[in-house]
């Protein structure tokens, strides 16, 4: 039987319940469904609407419910619409009659906002955890490289050198603002939309900020109307989602092209790589192609959440179902996308001789000689227009640009001493550039921060569904 049942002449049509209903999606918020009703309950306990006797009956049930779904003992029948259908009809079942009180003062629309902000603020913890994991495992890659370099590119074209650990955690520093902008959302995340009722609240002597304290949220909704069809919690997270996605594909398109024979930086471990099924010599880099690929799948969930928010009229709206297929699933594929992540660049072995090769290219410390003579006076560009003629002059007639160096007047034996193998990365001294003592200073600033998050996760709500 629907819940709906006695105002309809007719039962639903089977057509209508496939189209309808979202158990096929939203048993996920199992857990949190029953964590949000037993606050509800011993909220209609402290109103009086409970006796202690049916909080502690409807309480009970719900705990067994709880450990039916977790341990998929559940039975589903088919009028169940949803989750929040089938536990009310479960608790009924188990309690009789006064499984009938289960609902009172209660919508689906304040209930379901409710499982699922709770659902979010556990997934989105957990998420920043990962994050975190991966910053720890980029830092201690960056430590060990010490001062191995490789040329940094601009337009993908050799630019100057930079140390490995500076380009490591160029990406751990992306990664730390998302694992910030998850804190941020978890935030306004953390607001109780319990007792909004479908959309007006109640008439009963319900006490929404007890029930807010009670579920361990930090605040309660101000208006009823807000609190059922507000999904922007949604959107942010998922705009979370998008943007770790995309600072993942940029990480996984990076160890494609470093793995690649034609660069050669990086090898990756067997166990984090996959063969071909025909080509018998073939070592491929699936984990870092599936990275750069999420993102596109992350960025689709954002976009299609907020064409369907768009221009819904107040209160709660059917379409507010759609909120969850594209959540649960952007947080789904990354929970399976950073342990690999993570364990690749954990175990990726770098080449020292083919990056220190190629960053030891003396062209790629050009600008040095142009900023040596602007530190003798000389003004930049006409620095410059002396450094790029000799480098046209090297490449034009195969002489060694430092020979040409040791020649000119402006220059001479001392400046061609910048382009020695590894001179760049000690002479380059801005505070977050790439010179070595400076990217340093970076990882202990960086572990810092990690650690700062490492304790701001913490304080975030411990206890699991
Ligand atoms: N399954 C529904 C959803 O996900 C629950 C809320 C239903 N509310 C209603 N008024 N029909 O949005």
Redesign the pocket.
């Known amino acids: 039987m629907t819940l709906w049942a006695h105002r309809m002449g007719s039962g639903p049509a089977p057509e209508l319940m496939a189209f309808n209903e ?1 158990l096929s999606f ?1 048993r996920a918020l199992g857990p949190e469904d029953c964590e949000a009703s037993a606050g509800h309950v011993r909220g209609l306990g402290r109103a009086g609407i409970l006796t202690p006797q049916e909080v502690t009956t409807l309480s009970q049930a719900l705990a067994s419910v709880r450990e039916e779904l977790e341990r998929d003992t559940f039975v589903f029948t088919g009028s169940d ?2 989750i ?1 259908t089938a536990i009310e009809r479960r608790v009924t079942e188990l309690t009789g009659e006064i499984g009938a009180k289960l609902h009172t003062g209660r ?3 304040d209930q ?1 906002a409710t499982a699922l902000r709770l659902w979010s603020k556990h997934r989105v913890r957990e998420l920043a955890t990962a994050l975190v994991a991966l910053q720890d495992v980029l830092a201690r890659r960056a430590e060990e490289a010490g001062e191995l370099s490789l040329p940094g590119y601009t337009h993908l074209q050799r630019a100057q050198p930079v140390p490995l650990a500076h380009q490591l955690l160029a990406h751990a520093w992306a990664l730390a603002r998302d694992v910030d902008r998850l804190v941020d959302a978890h935030r306004r995340l953390d607001v109780s939309p319990l007792g909004a009722g ?1 959309l007006a609240g109640s008439t009963l002597g319900l006490d929404p900020v007890a029930t807010a304290e009670d579920l361990g949220f930090s605040a309660c909704f101000e208006n009823s109307l807000d609190a059922v069809s507000d999904r922007d919690f949604v959107a942010e997270v998922l705009f979370c989602a998008a943007m770790v996605g995309v600072h993942l594909s940029r990480l996984g398109e990076e160890v494609v092209l470093y793995s690649s024979e034609e660069f050669g930086y990086y090898r990756l471990d067997d166990a984090f790589a996959t063969g071909s099924s025909m080509l018998p010599q073939k070592k491929n880099p699936d984990i870092a192609e599936l990275a750069r690929a999420k993102a596109g799948r992350l960025i689709g969930h954002l976009t299609g959440l907020l064409a369907t928010l768009k221009g819904l009229p107040l209160a ?1 709206n ?1 379409d ?2 759609e909120d ?1 297929e594209p959540l649960f699933d952007a947080m789904a594929q990354l929970a399976v996308a950073l342990p690999a992540i993570t364990g690749m660049m954990a175990t990726v072995r770098f080449d020292a001789e083919a990056m220190t090769r190629a960053a030891d290219s003396e062209v790629l410390a050009a600008v040095d000689l142009a900023e040596w003579q602007v530190a003798r006076g000389v003004p930049f560009r006409a620095a410059h227009g002396v450094v790029g003629a000799l480098v046209r002059r090297s490449l034009e007639s195969t002489t060694p640009l430092a020979e040409l160096v040791r020649a000119e007047p402006s220059l001479g034996e001392e400046a061609a001493k910048l382009l020695a193998p590894g001179a760049a990365a000690a002479h380059h001294r801005t505070r977050g550039g790439a010179g070595h003592e400076a990217v340093r200073a970076q990882l202990d600033r960086f572990r810092t921060h990690l650690a700062a998050e490492r304790a701001r996760l913490g304080t975030l709500d411990a206890e699991q569904p």
Do not use: I, W
Request: hydrophobic share 20%; glycine share 0%.
């Open positions: 979202s939203d619409e949803d929040h919508s689906r629309n379901v479908a709660y059917k507010l179902q969850k």
